[in-house]
């Protein structure tokens, strides 16, 4: 699969790394390609540098990891897109896009023709690097109206790793997904138990 990655950090930089090495082609999308956060990643096969725009124009699926105050002008930077499915991984908690409630609202707003949702913003990025816990994959979850784009998100966190990618429901419930996220901050940071802990659902026989 080809896939843009706008925002490099810890976040778009383990998933770049683990979809790279499972084969994925890897277009990071950065204002300045010669000064970037994750620069090392260019050292793994299958990951080259390109503008924004240029990214998004070479890949089939974007992931968007970036600050979310930041949404509008990545989107304007993106240019063209319509078709191509989109998944924000972002969460509106210290900060939001201006006039939106979250990322997912401006996407969806600015965006109304892409295949729109929201994955891989639940978790701490260690569990992005390595969801394994004792011989158990982790979950992930996913939430959007876009079912083409939820079947591909959860491809990708099969390739990631995780043991499934739950759906969470449509649009409606993205912000829901937003405050789960926030109750794993709640309980690795606020609450002291470290950032290695991870949900995983169990189902009685």
């Known amino acids: 699969m080809k896939i843009a990655i706008i925002g490099t950090g810890n976040v778009g930089g383990a998933l770049a790394t683990i979809w790279a090495k499972r084969g994925h082609q890897i277009f990071l999308g950065v204002r300045d390609e010669q000064n970037f956060k994750g ?4 050292e793994l096969d ?9 990214a998004g124009d ?8 970036a ?12 240019g063209e897109i319509d078709g191509k499915v989109i998944i924000d991984a972002m969460n509106s908690i210290r900060t939001k896009p201006e006039g939106f409630k979250n990322s997912f609202e401006a996407i969806r707003k600015l965006k109304p023709n892409v295949a729109l949702v929201k994955c ?13 816990y004792n011989g158990i994959g982790v979950d992930m979850f996913m939430a959007g109206d876009s079912e083409k784009a939820k079947s591909i998100a959860s491809e990708l966190a099969q390739d ?19 405050k789960f996220a926030l109750s794993w901050i709640n309980l690795a940071i606020m609450q002291g138990h470290g950032r290695n802990i991870a949900f995983k659902i169990l189902k009685r026989e």
């Open 160 to 178: 990631t790793g995780f043991g499934e990618c739950y759906d969470f429901g449509r649009d409606d419930k993205t912000e829901l997904l937003e």
């Open 39 to 42: 620069k090392q990643l260019l």
């Open 120 to 132: 891989f913003n639940t978790t701490g990025f260690e569990n992005m690097q390595n969801p394994n």
């Open 58 to 65: 070479l890949a089939e699926v974007i992931l968007i990891a």
């Open 46 to 54: 299958n990951i080259s540098v390109h503008n924004i725009h240029d």
């Open 67 to 78: 600050a979310p105050q930041f949404t509008e002008s990545i989107i304007n930077e993106l």
